[in-house]
């Protein structure tokens, strides 16, 4: 397996080359033309101008004042979270680029530096919008129902002032470090993310105006929101009071440099190139490798810089040569730096009327009852959907599989866990109680490097056979096998789905899986583990697709087919959800179905690279995004396939990087019940008018006019029917059965 990655690239050189591939389209009576839709970048969105798009659309949500009010904090500081990962990562790339002076254009038609020019232009654009939203929609809102935050220390009355220079002098005080900048001292080392506050100072009683530079850094380990004594309004009611913490180390900096004056203090924030470089050919130590490159990700390339809108500019140009960052890379806020405190702010106490309701995941109907989970398999494949159904069922699956004394093996692939996870704790368990537990831990996964590397040592040390990932690729298909000892001999237990192994954000996420014991997925789960584990590569599959060197060609096969049927006068049709689709071979393949006829409608929650709804080119396409209280994860694809309709879940999205890259896994849903479910979300979805935001032709996004039609509100609506089947089946179900499945006591 280790070769696998340079495989998957010969694979696919060896495939259709989309450049010189013509799609043929006839109208009535017209003679067939030859359009290569590959050739003219104008067919095609930029791949990172598209996912600012996606923040845009998330930005709405915190300027609808339809939404409560605390969502719409939550909905403003996941904008911040998403722009510091795109610019630690997607920008530094580009970055990276210009360096080496790649120039290469991408499928667009654009270099790395347009690209960084247009993006630095369209963030500016979307931080004064942020901030706008922020100062003049959401701070008077708040302090309208009870919460006021004090923008600037100047604004504290005598008593809040004296409140907070105690709390400065108890709490604050002693955990500073104030760092000078001169000839004996060299320039801090400011870590990526950190908040900081700078300074110029002037010593005492000085004649000459000899300025120098210092700073202090905010420290994370004491709260951000610091609440002061509550007071009484005008009306009589009560008002809470909230302050920042770096409003108080500025409105105290004089103690910190006793013998200096301040001349100007401002707080600032810096974003560092976070992307590792790691040579894995050459790494003796995989794990050993990235905890090294882990090190350096706090010093890497200073590539955005962040600072209070009133900078003096004296201060301004010593940060700016100091941290060798060019002017487009610079952002004066006006406001707090960094609003992912907002998602602190949202979990404030007491505000519940303005946060929406609180939905708890529904019992699988097919689990209540007193039987164990594998005797419920074995009665036919389940269907799970997060997080309107509990993510229970996967953690008592492996939690069973630890405990029952006739599992031999339990083997599973994890890139990302929770903090506290159940599921490592079960495969410990079963290390521990005997059994044989192999565990792909994917070191690789973006910024759960750290977090998955303790998981790893603590497999191993609790007897699990532990593999780092695989040399060139990413191992992002979930998949969990267990093997069993049965009467009737061995049988294979398999769960696959479309999210991580992750009980927390499995209650944010949406995603599917399912549990089966079909004997050919369970040959072909046992064949995906010989081949992260060996060097055993299939000749062929069962039912599972598989990439780095399968899964592209299976999809643009189905593409395809669907187009030769529309050719051939019989109806195509393609209804696919993802994440993000960026891949140019499989938006040619779709251009070329549209303009066959096939109807194609996409869920696409994220990066779009395709322009949809232009004629000769897609006027057969639509694509929505949803952004919801759910983040949208999950993977599903249909195809008419001539009235013979076939239905995958899977880990991949259409981008190069899961196709070409990463071991992802497709599987079908060939349960006649399970198969309308899944259509079902699928045209659940497709007819969301609420959440919905609708691509245009020209790449932008708009919401779906709402006048004269019934609201349809996906996310509401599949919380409603999950409540909704799980009352159902307690109402016709034994009374008595108060149990969701029977648990299986430890073999020990």
């Known amino acids: 397996m280790a070769e696998t990655a340079a495989k998957a690239q010969n694979v696919k050189a060896k495939g259709p080359k989309t450049k010189t591939e013509k799609a043929k389209t006839a109208g009535a009576g017209t003679e067939a033309a030859e359009i290569d839709f590959a050739a003219n970048p104008d067919n095609y969105v930029n791949r990172e101008l598209s996912w600012l798009e996606f923040n845009y659309r998330v930005l709405s949500e915190a300027r609808d004042k339809a939404i409560p009010l ?8 996941i904008t911040a979270s998403n722009l510091d990962e795109f610019y630690m990562v997607r920008v530094a790339s580009l970055k990276d680029m210009v360096h080496a002076k790649y120039t290469k254009p991408d499928i667009a038609g654009l270099t790395p530096q347009e690209q960084l020019d247009r993006i630095s232009e369209k963030t500016h654009q979307l931080v004064e919008t942020q901030y706008s939203t922020y100062n003049r929609s959401l701070v008077p809102a708040l302090r309208q129902n009870g919460l006021r935050i004090i923008m600037e220390h100047e604004e504290l009355t005598q008593e809040e002032a004296a409140y907070i220079d105690a709390y400065f002098q108890k709490n604050v005080y002693p955990v500073l470090t104030p760092m000078a900048f001169d000839s004996s001292r060299p320039f801090p080392l400011i870590r990526n993310k950190t908040l900081n506050i700078a300074a110029l100072l002037k010593k005492k009683n000085e004649k000459e105006e000899e300025l120098e530079f210092a700073m202090v850094q905010v420290p994370s380990v004491i709260p951000r929101i610091v609440e002061l004594p509550r007071e009484t309004g005008e009306d009589g009611t009560e008002q809470r009071v909230v302050i920042l913490l770096e409003e108080i180390i500025e409105r105290n900096m004089p103690s910190l440099f006793l013998n200096y004056d301040i001349i100007a203090s401002h707080p600032f924030r810096i974003m560092r190139n976070a992307d590792l470089t790691i040579d894995e050919e050459e790494a003796v130590d995989l794990l050993e490798e990235i905890q090294k490159q882990l090190k350096k990700r706090q010093w890497g390339e200073a590539i955005r810089l962040e600072i209070e809108s009133n900078v003096d500019k004296r201060l301004l140009k010593i940060l700016k040569k100091e941290l060798s960052i060019n002017s487009q890379d610079i952002f004066s806020i006006n406001g707090p730096l960094d609003l992912t ?3 602190k702010m949202y979990g404030l106490d007491g505000f519940e009327y303005f946060k929406a309701a609180k939905y708890t995941p529904q019992p699988v109907p097919a689990l209540m009852n007193e039987d164990d989970i594998f ?5 036919g ?12 069922p996967v953690v008592n699956f492996v939690r069973s599989a630890a405990r029952d004394k006739d599992v031999l093996a339990i083997k599973q692939t994890l890139y990302r866990v929770s903090g506290n996870s159940p599921i490592i704790a079960a495969l410990a368990e079963a290390a521990d109680n005997g059994k044989q ?32 990932g695989l040399v060139g690729l990413k191992t992002h298909s979930k998949i969990t096998l267990v093997v069993r000892m ?10 696959l789905g479309t999210g991580n192994y992750n009980d927390s954000t499995a209650k944010l996420y949406t995603d599917c899986g399912i549990l089966t014991c079909d004997p050919q997925i369970g040959e072909d789960a046992t064949a995906v583990f010989n081949m992260l584990s060996g060097y055993s590569e299939p000749l062929a599959w069962n039912k599972l697709s598989v990439a780095p060197l399968w899964l592209r060609h299976r999809f643009l096969r189905m593409i395809r087919r669907e187009r030769d049927h529309a050719r051939e006068g019989r109806p195509g049709h393609i209804m696919a959800k993802m994440n993000s689709l960026c891949d140019k071979e499989i938006i040619t393949a779709l251009y070329e179905a549209s303009c066959a006829g096939v109807k194609i409608e996409l869920v696409v929650r994220g990066i779009c690279c395709l322009k949809a709804g232009v004629p000769g080119l897609s006027e057969n396409i639509a694509v929505r995004s949803i952004v919801g209280n759910f983040l949208e994860h999950s993977r599903i694809f249909y195809f008419l396939n001539d009235n013979s309709p076939e239905v995958y879940m899977g880990s991949a999205d259409w981008m190069p990087r899961n196709l070409d890259r990463r071991v992802e896994i497709m599987f079908p849903v060939e349960d006649e019940k399970l198969k309308e479910q899944v259509i079902h979300i699928l045209e659940v979805e497709l007819e969301d008018n609420v959440k919905a935001h609708m691509l245009q032709p020209d790449g932008t996004y708009e919401k779906e006019d709402k006048r004269g039609k019934v609201l349809v509100n996906s996310q509401e609506q599949f919380c409603r029917e999950a409540m909704d089947l799980a009352k159902e089946h307690r109402r016709t179900d034994d009374p008595s059965v108060t149990r969701i499945f029977k648990p299986i006591e430890s073999s020990n």
């Open 70 to 77: 605390f969502e719409r904090l939550k909905f403003l500081s």
């Open 341 to 343: 405190f907002l998602m």
């Open 437 to 468: 537990v192999s565990v792909l831990v994917e070191l690789k996964a973006r910024f759960d490097e750290e977090n998955n590397i303790n998981w790893a040592k603590m497999l191993e040390k609790a007897g699990c056979h532990v593999i780092y």
């Open 375 to 379: 005797t419920n398999i074995r009665k």
């Open 486 to 495: 049965e009467e009737d001999g061995i049988r294979r237990y398999v769960h």
């Open 381 to 392: 494949d389940i269907l799970l959907h997060h997080p309107y159904q509990s993510f229970d």
